[in-house]
């Protein structure tokens, strides 16, 4: 227990023990857990129960940029209500012998509280589009990244199945003989914006990079594209999602951002290793792939 | 006489006119009606509310035994649970297996959303109010009520047998998406137990169906002499429209149930894309859209989450006015955005499935209508702020419960605002902040309203009170505990803990949240507890509670002009209406409550002030 | 106290049966009930780059659906005849009515049964319409080996072998292994009748995929004439893309309409009973009335059908 929790409920008790005594224990009660609400949020950062870390894509920051923002309409909205709400528990309380008072509403006030929380709605939702659209439509997406998709990634029970065109060759839709596949181990050059192709081969996934904060649900029998750009080095959770089966928990996979050199590398490597007959030596077969591609190479 | 009266009331109340006679007489029409008649296959719909209430009081212990399962292998995986994995799970050693895990969050939910929350406020409170709070004998169909309730139990049948048939029970999450829910290799679950899940959802369809017509044709044609529209109360508003919600949202989700059930048994493929190959079976034929499940499902399961709330919105109106001993503020701008809530309920759908793959410009679309479903329910919420504000509140079980459900609903409701946010719903869809989100509208706000509701009217049911201490201590445990549940949720949420995974510390970046969901399931594990105080106040209550009169509360509505319990046909005579159900603090009156049937003649009406 | 202080002790409502406006709102269910049908033929129509369209390929009979249209006209006429019937006190009249709208009925389904037997003919069933030259080839073979009996030993040869897999008692192991010995002859030996050389070479180049279509069509003809056995294998037509789709569109909405003409067949048979035991009186009229504007609905769903299923 952190010195905090203590001081919380130790005052908490205080709190309720002078409301019973004032004969106002249930507006303390409310009260207390209206403000135990955002006292906890605002403690929670510092045991780490918030978003992990800061976003590592710059829609990602925008997103946090914008969870910020309802966050901050929000906590104003709960405590405003609280606040009236406590006040009237308060003020209100049931005394004997006196008579509430006689009204059954007031047109101006609900002509403002009908329109301040629409204009603030109305904005809220507006200024969520450009993001919104940068993310799902297609033709928003950098030209060169669009045209060049990294990888066709193929979500199956309970697996990420990868697959990198040859390094200096476009991604076809249909796999071609000298593709190179990799399962649950999709690397991305860093810093610049990436497009993968995510599918599904049997049920609905979800691609979810949750240090990026994004997230594309997989759909059998669709290609759907998806934009990232990963502002780090280094690797980070791949998660699926969507429920999908029994082994929904465990169809983890990485996410590693490389240095467009290193990433170039790898390919070159995953191809050497992937042409490997086992007898030849690695550098002879990938010469040899390279002019002859062997199709039973691959799974 | 008027129990068995024809369809054509008129006539009913011709008899109650001139005989007069006084309420417990009223029983003794013609011949004896059977036990079974009377208790079992009743078609008194005060007898099939009450059935309704237990039966759902009973699955919430089943649908909360279930949770506790979910709870216990998200606190500690993969181990034994004690007594209750014995007795629901022992077949599994009591050890939850991550297949069962899906089984049992599909389950819980499945036993909480359809056995629970639905059957409690329509089933439930619908039945046993509307005829008593519109001045009826009965309702218009009381066959088709009684089918109503017995509908209810094949489908509680199915559910139970699906845990033992090969495979398993139904394990496609409560949203049962296609392709998982329709290939019978994709999932253990999805083999027979999928099949008795679907026919089971089928049935409580046929019932909330019946259910529904017989309370818009009650509503609309059998309001007692004076009860115009806008002098029912907010109860009622809130059941006519939930019943117009359901009866035109239902069918949908009972045809889509039937075409994954076609593509399940004799082959067609509405929801199967061709081409695909599920856990190395033949690649599947056809080309069906996996989407249009979705679409179909939610163009339901959107409006039924308004089913599940609107009621309870009702029932909590009538008792902060109640207890705030002062009109209901805003009586039609409530009214108002109730119906606001249902229309735009129906093209709003689509925000279960911002990343789904749909088009994006929908997204947009269904944001901006989300958004602007938020704008009633906010005139409802500075609504009752404005009812207790200058009230003289008095704090009975019902109001505690009832404030609870307008601060819990807050919560949930702004929580809801982040994820009708398209981008920030990137993030956070199927993440605990929706889980969170809707515990708090359903549980929180929902069930808190139930639990006032059903001190509020038992002394109706059963002519005695539910004890107020243990009421107010089954509340503040409950309340605690929920918070504790559940507000921690949105933490997970946040940090990017995903729903419906049998092992998140599977995951690295999760591993440190293990501790705070152990705190969570014991709290759960305390509100499971808490729940028997309610259960043995219900029961004991019935038994020993204290006796009371017609009108406990000094409340204005119908109902309280009953005998408690009222006997078959309810009223002794028929109640003319003279005003609206809020008229509480009227000046110039001795008491600061003023019936609906209370008549002034005219020459005192100056004096007295009048509400609508 | 006592009441009627200008007040009227009627009910307040609607001047509507309570029957007959709980009938229409159960009809408004009903019309989201074939909505969603509707909009998931449309949506997967829509949604899908070919639809099969050609009345031969799917043996749809445009006349038939007219006249079946013409029928169920007629019988919302006759029964709404039936309705006034009742009304005016004509009860013979009304139970006459009701048996030529019973009739009418009949007519309808018999129609429908045709038109179902077309379909299953041609095995234009969901789920078992080829969609590709080679699921074609396949679903021959497959229907090829069931003729000779091979699929069934197949199966037999499987549950056996797993039964002695999983059999722990030695006693009876011997029997299950000579049981499993006389499968597997003759699966090695499947009926020398049947397998003949053309029959072998058919199958072989149909799995391989390397055999026209034509070709093997006029090989299954040839083995069909010479082995009344392979009758039951279906003729080989072209593949038909969004052939499983229109199939389980149509099923589903025509199937469904045609449940709702048997359960009105059954409310006219209410009425028939009453008029044959001399029971049907006034009081039946809105009984008629609201069975009447069930069947209406019912002729209502085949007009927005056939035009959407027949004829776009
Ligand atoms: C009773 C049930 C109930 C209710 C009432 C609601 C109410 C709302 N819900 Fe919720 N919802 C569910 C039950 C419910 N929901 C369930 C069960 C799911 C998950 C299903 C699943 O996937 O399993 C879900 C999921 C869900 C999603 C999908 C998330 C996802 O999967 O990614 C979304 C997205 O938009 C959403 C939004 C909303 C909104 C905007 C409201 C609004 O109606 C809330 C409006 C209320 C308020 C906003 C508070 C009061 C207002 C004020 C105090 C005024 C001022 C406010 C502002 C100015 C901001 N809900
Ligand atoms: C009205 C609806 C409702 C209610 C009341 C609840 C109540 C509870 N729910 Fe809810 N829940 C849902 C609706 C509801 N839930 C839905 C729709 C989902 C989504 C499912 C999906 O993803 O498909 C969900 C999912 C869900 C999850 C997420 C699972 C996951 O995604 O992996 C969790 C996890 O903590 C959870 C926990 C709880 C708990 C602890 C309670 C507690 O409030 C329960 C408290 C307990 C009781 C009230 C009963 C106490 C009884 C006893 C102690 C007696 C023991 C009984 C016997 C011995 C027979 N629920
Ligand atoms: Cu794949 Cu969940
Ligand atoms: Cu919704």
């Known amino acids: 227990m952190s010195p905090w929790l203590i001081i919380l409920s130790l005052g908490s008790a205080a709190v309720l023990l002078a409301g019973a005594l004032t004969k106002k224990f249930w507006p303390a009660f409310f009260g207390l857990s209206a403000v135990a609400t955002v006292g906890i949020s605002v403690l929670a950062p510092s045991y780490r129960w918030w978003l992990p870390g800061g976003a590592q894509s710059p829609m990602g920051t925008e997103i946090d940029d914008l969870f910020y923002m309802i966050l901050i309409i929000t906590t104003v909205t709960y405590i405003a209500v609280h606040v009236v709400l406590i006040t009237a528990l308060i003020k209100f309380s049931g005394k004997p012998g006196v008579k509430a008072s006689f009204s059954h509403g007031s047109h101006a006030l609900e002509v403002v509280w009908t329109i301040v929380p629409a204009a603030i709605l109305l904005f809220i939702s507006l200024y969520q589009i450009d993001v919104w659209m940068r993310f799902r439509n297609f033709a928003t997406f950098n030209r060169h990244s669009r045209e060049n998709p990294v990888a066709e990634v193929t979500a199956r029970q309970f697996e990420w199945r990868i697959r990198y ?24 050059p860093f810093g610049e914006p990436v497009v993968i192709q995510l599918r599904s081969e049997d049920v609905l996934h979800s691609f979810f990079l949750p240090h990026l904060r994004i997230k594309q649900d997989a759909v059998p029998g669709a290609i759907i594209p998806v934009q990232f750009q990963a502002n780090f080095e280094g690797e980070q959770e791949l998660v699926c999602a969507e429920l999908c089966g029994w082994g929904h928990y465990k169809m983890r996979g990485q996410l590693t951002a490389q240095r467009k050199s290193e990433f170039d590398k790898y390919l070159r490597d995953l191809q050497a290793r992937q042409s490997d007959d086992g007898v030849s030596g690695g550098r002879a077969a990938a010469v040899v792939t390279q002019a002859t591609p062997k199709a039973e190479n691959h799974p | 006489m008027s129990t068995h009266a024809p369809a054509d009331t008129a006539h009913a109340h011709d008899d109650h006119d001139s005989h007069g006679h006084a309420a417990h007489d009223s029983h003794g029409h013609g011949h004896e009606l059977s036990f079974f008649q009377k208790y079992v296959f009743s078609t008194d719909h005060k007898v099939i509310g009450i059935q309704f209430l237990i039966t759902t009081l009973l699955m919430l212990m089943v649908g909360g035994a279930l949770a506790l399962g979910v709870r216990w292998q998200l606190a500690y995986r993969f181990s034994t649970m ?64 009684m089918l109503s309730y017995w509908f209810m139990w094949p489908a509680i049948f199915f559910f139970g047998l699906s845990f033992f048939v ?24 999805s083999q027979d137990g999928q099949t008795l899940w679907l026919i089971g959802v089928t049935f409580i369809g046929v019932s909330s169906m019946m259910g529904s017509v017989n309370y818009m044709t009650t509503i609309i044609n059998m309001r007692a002499p004076g009860m115009t529209l806008f002098r029912m109360p907010m109860t009622i508003w809130a059941m006519f429209i939930t019943a117009i919600l359901q009866a035109f949202a239902l069918p949908v989700l009972t045809a889509a149930g039937f075409m994954i059930l076609a593509d399940r048994t004799i082959g067609t493929c509405f929801f199967i894309p061709g081409g695909l190959t599920v856990n190395n079976t033949p690649t599947t034929v056809g080309g069906g859209q996996a989407l249009l499940w979705q679409h179909l499902f939610w163009f339901y399961s959107h409006p039924a989450v308004y089913i599940m709330l609107l009621p309870a919105m009702g029932m909590v109106s009538d008792m902060l006015s109640c207890f705030s001993r002062k009109p209901l503020f805003g009586y039609k701008p409530m009214v108002y955005s109730i119906a606001a809530i249902a229309g735009l309920g129906f093209i709003v759908w689509g925000h279960h499935m911002f990343i789904s793959g749909m088009n994006p410009a929908l997204g947009m679309t269904f944001m901006i209508s989300t958004m602007m479903i938020a704008l009633p329910s906010a005139v409802k919420t500075f609504n009752w702020l404005g009812t207790m504000w200058g009230g003289n509140i008095q704090f009975t079980t019902p109001m505690i419960n009832s404030i609870a459900f307008v601060s819990m609903f807050v919560v949930g409701g702004l929580s809801g605002i982040f994820m009708a946010a398209v981008p920030v719903d990137i993030y956070i869809h199927d993440t605990y902040f929706i889980v969170a989100h809707f515990h708090y509208v359903l549980f929180g706000a929902t069930l808190f309203g139930c639990f006032g509701a059903i001190h509020y009217w038992f002394p109706k049911m059963w002519g005695r009170m539910m004890n107020e201490t243990a009421g107010k201590i089954h509340f503040v445990i409950s309340f605690i505990a929920f918070n504790f549940t559940f507000f921690p949720m949105h933490f997970l949420g946040a940090a990017g803990m995903p729903r419906r995974l049998a092992d998140p510390y599977n995951y690295p970046y999760l591993e440190h949240l293990l501790p705070l969901n152990q705190f969570m399931t014991w709290s759960a594990i305390v509100m499971g507890f808490a729940q028997f105080i309610l259960l043995a106040n219900f029961f004991l209550s019935i038994k020993y509670g204290k006796r009371v009169g017609r009108n406990p509360w000094n409340a204005n509505g119908l ?48 004096n007295v002030a009048h509400g609508h | 106290m006592t009441h009627g202080h200008g007040v009227s002790t009627l009910k307040m409502g609607v001047p509507i049966p309570n029957a007959k406006l709980g009938m229409w709102l159960f009809l408004g269910t009903e019309i989201m009930f074939f909505t969603a049908f509707i909009g998931t033929y449309i949506v997967v129509r829509l949604g899908s780059p070919g639809w099969p369209t050609d009345t031969h390929v799917t043996h749809i009979n445009i006349l038939a659906g007219a006249i079946n249209t013409f029928v169920l006209i007629c019988s919302s006429v006759s029964v709404v005849l039936a309705h006034e019937a009742v009304h005016q006190g004509y009860f013979t009249k009304a139970k006459n009515l009701m048996i030529l709208t019973l009739v009418l009925a009949c ?52 549950s056996v072998a797993n039964e002695l897999a999983k059999e722990t008692n030695e006693e009876r192991k011997p029997r299950l292994k000579a049981e499993l010995d006389v499968v597997n002859t003759n699966v090695s030996g499947i009926s020398k009748k049947l397998e003949t050389p053309e029959f072998n070479d058919l199958r072989r180049k149909a799995l391989a995929g390397t055999i026209k279509l034509d070709d093997a069509a006029k090989a299954l003809e040839k083995l069909q004439h010479d082995h009344p056995e392979f009758k039951v294998v279906h003729e080989i037509h072209k593949p038909i893309l969004y052939g499983n789709l229109f199939a389980s569109t149509y099923f589903l909405m025509t199937g469904f309409h045609a449940l709702h003409v048997i359960i009105g067949m059954g409310f006219f048979t209410h009425i028939i009973m009453l008029g044959n035991a001399g029971r049907l009186g006034f009081e039946h009229g809105t009984l008629v009335e609201n069975y009447g504007l069930y069947w209406h609905f019912v002729d209502l769903v085949w007009i927005f059908l056939f035009p959407l299923i027949y004829i776009i």
């Open chain 2, 166 to 189: 090969e495979g398993g029970a139904s394990s496609g999450g409560w949203t049962n998406y296609p392709p998982l829910s329709a290939i019978r290799a994709a999932a253990p679950g």
């Open chain 1, 165 to 188: 065109p040859a390094p200096g060759k476009k991604l076809m839709q249909k796999p071609q003989p000298d593709d190179l596949y990799t399962v649950n181990d999709l690397h991305v």
């Open chain 2, 559 to 606: 109902e309280w002009t009953a005998p408690s319990p009222p006997g078959h046909g309810n009223f002794d005579i028929l109640p003319v209406v003279y005003r609206g159900p809020y008229e509480y603090a009227t000046p110039n009156l001795d008491v600061d409550y003023f019936p609906q049937t209370q008549y002034v003649p005219v020459e005192q009406r100056v």
């Open chain 2, 82 to 145: 004690p007594i209750v994995g014995q007795l629901v799970f022992a077949n599994e050693g009591g050890q939850i297996s991550p297949e069962f895990y899906t089984m049992l969050f599909t389950m819980h939910a499945t036993v909480m959303i359809f056995l629970v929350i639905i059957p409690i406020l329509a089933g439930a409170f619908g039945n046993f109010l509307i005829p008593l709070m519109i001045g009826a004998d009965d309702m218009a169909f009381p066959t088709l009520n």
């Open chain 3, 107 to 158: 007519v309808f389904l018999g129609i429908k049964s045709f038109e179902y037997y077309g379909k299953f003919q041609h095995d234009i069933l969901p789920g078992h319409v080829p969609e590709s030259n080679q699921q074609v080839l396949d679903k021959m073979v497959r229907e090829l080996d069931v003729a000779t009996g091979l699929t069934a030993l197949r199966q037999r040869q499987v």
